[in-house]
């Protein structure tokens, strides 16, 4: 596969590191050059750690001639999204506000990553706080897309994504709360897979909310393999104590599922879920990408999701949610770090950042709840689909990746396929995806890379009833066997 001959998967990489045809210093090292060849273009990573990745990588080298390796992860180098913590890191979340803020302990998904073995060789680019869909900020600038450094790579985990795709690492993290993993993910021609809400337990360092979890968020992995994903997600996931909504550890593994075949399932597709305008270019690619199920045995039917409410409907109750977070996110920034992201410091975010902080502190106890109503009517029909079917595919994205130069004053594209998007306040930030549905409902979904338009990554998104991960793992890991998306990285090796 493409990866073999250039950048090694995280799995082989692995493999070779406990064999010891490759060292875990000449995997750090490989990784650090290429992040200094490459990364002055793409501008994906915020902070690079190098002499701490090589200290690491010498000290995996004494572990495996003492037979003491630490896990399936020992001696790979991984990058961590700057919105999660790393101890004695710089810890800015994308934004000039926190520049030089430096963490005091690991995550507990940088923890969890760190016990099997990985490396951490850098920190990733985000759009200020994680919280739009394209990467950009008034920190470092753009991530630009490994395929075309005009287009955007979409957000909020875009510098993991572009690290991936472009071989600077062989695995990235990120996390997913209304499409994080699966934005870039699409727009990169990376996989990825946010499990079932509560398969990560987690309780990320002096933590000041345990119940603050909607919409539904989770670390997730970005990866150029399924069979890559599956070994991260196997890593991360399992329950935690003070995480009140963590799942207990699911029996097997997901690596075992990715053997698994898929003869049999019942396949619904809905291009943009009945919702969303949708670029007929899209629309074309994820219908012909889906019929790589039907070759792996699965059978494969159109549907169009009887939702109660409308795309507005929905969109306003989810960025009601999404921003009564955000404003809390606010004050405890004011109290920790002195910063005032509604006032004094509010130039020093893009603007549609600053609005999600603002919108967080309009709405009534009453008006939250009655979002919920919406969100309620969101699973039910979801539910609905799963009652006869196994998996439901869309689109990830409506849209091919767009210019990155509009990031400054829209954090999307103002009309998809001649449908204006509504630009007066949340259209342009998420009319134009399918992801955020599945935070509202907590079901495992993945993006997967499903073709091109004009050369430009499409992913297709495809989910699951809720702890059926290993069912989707296994979906996504047969289309990977019948559509192999490898050697689309090979000039980017």
């Known amino acids: 596969m493409g990866a073999e001959r250039g950048v090694r998967s995280a799995t082989r990489l692995a493999a070779d590191i406990r064999a010891g045809r490759v060292s875990p210093t000449e995997a750090v090292e490989t990784c650090l050059d290429r992040i200094e060849r490459l990364d ?57 506000l926190l520049a030089d803020e430096v963490a005091d ?37 753009p991530t630009a897309n490994p395929f075309d450094h005009e287009k955007v790579v979409g957000g909020s985990s875009g510098g993991s994504a572009a690290a991936v795709a472009a071989g600077l690492v062989p695995v990235a993290q990120g996390e997913d709360g209304g499409g994080s993993l699966r934005i870039p993910a699409s727009t990169c021609g990376v996989y990825t897979m946010k499990p079932t809400f509560g398969r990560i337990g987690e309780m990320a360092p002096n933590r000041p909310d345990a119940f ?39 029996e097997g593994s997901l690596r075992e599922a990715t053997d698994d075949s898929i003869a049999g399932l019942d396949v619904a597709v809905s291009p943009n879920l009945g919702l969303y305008p949708i670029d007929e270019r899209v629309r074309e690619t994820v219908l012909d990408a889906v019929t790589a199920f039907e070759e792996a045995g699965a059978s494969v039917r159109e549907v169009t999701p ?3 409410h409308s795309r507005t409907a929905i969109t306003n109750a989810f960025m009601l949610q999404s ?19 509604t006032g004094a410091d509010r130039e020093d975010l893009l603007p549609y950042v600053a609005d999600q902080f603002e919108a967080g502190h309009e709405p009534s106890a009453m008006e939250y709840k009655a979002a919920d109503v919406v969100r309620t009517a969101v699973l039910d029909t979801v539910r609905s689909v799963f009652e006869e079917f196994d998996l439901l595919v869309s689109a990830t994205l409506m849209v091919p990746p767009f210019e990155k130069s509009r990031t400054r004053e829209h954090p999307g594209p103002l009309e998809v396929d001649g449908t204006r998007l509504d630009d007066s306040r ?40 809720r702890f059926e991960d290993a069912t989707l793992i296994a979906a996504s890991a047969a289309f990977e066997r019948e559509r192999p998306w490898h050697d689309a990285y090979e000039d980017r090796q």
Request: net charge negative; with cysteine; hydrophobic share 40%.
């Open 40 to 96: 002055g273009e793409l501008n994906a990573f915020i902070t690079v750690t190098a002499e701490r990745a090589r200290k690491a990588a010498r000290r995996a080298e004494r572990e495996l001639a003492d037979g003491e390796p630490r896990g399936p992860l020992h001696g790979v180098p991984v990058a961590i999204k700057d919105s999660r913590p790393v101890a004695g890191v710089r810890y800015t979340m994308g934004s000039k």
């Open 105 to 141: 302990e690991d995550d507990e998904v940088v923890g969890r990553l760190r016990d099997a073995g990985a490396i951490v060789v850098g920190k990733t680019n985000l759009p200020a706080f994680a919280l739009t869909g394209v990467t950009d900020n008034r920190l470092v600038g």
């Open 212 to 250: 603050g979890h909607t919409p539904m968020q989770c670390a997730g992995p970005l990866t150029r393999t399924v069979d890559d994903a599956a070994l991260l997600l196997d890593v991360l996931a399992g329950p935690h104590p003070g995480d009140p909504f963590s799942l207990p550890a699911a």
């Open 306 to 308: 009887d939702f109660d």
């Open 323 to 341: 921003s009564v977070l955000t404003a809390r996110f606010g004050e405890l920034l004011e109290a920790n770090h002195g910063v005032d992201v």
């Open 426 to 465: 949340w259209g342009t930030l998420i009319d134009w995806r399918a992801t955020q549905i599945y935070n509202m409902t907590g079901h495992p979904a993945a993006s997967i890379p499903a073709g091109f338009v004009d050369g430009l990554p499409v992913g297709m998104q495809v989910a699951a009833p």
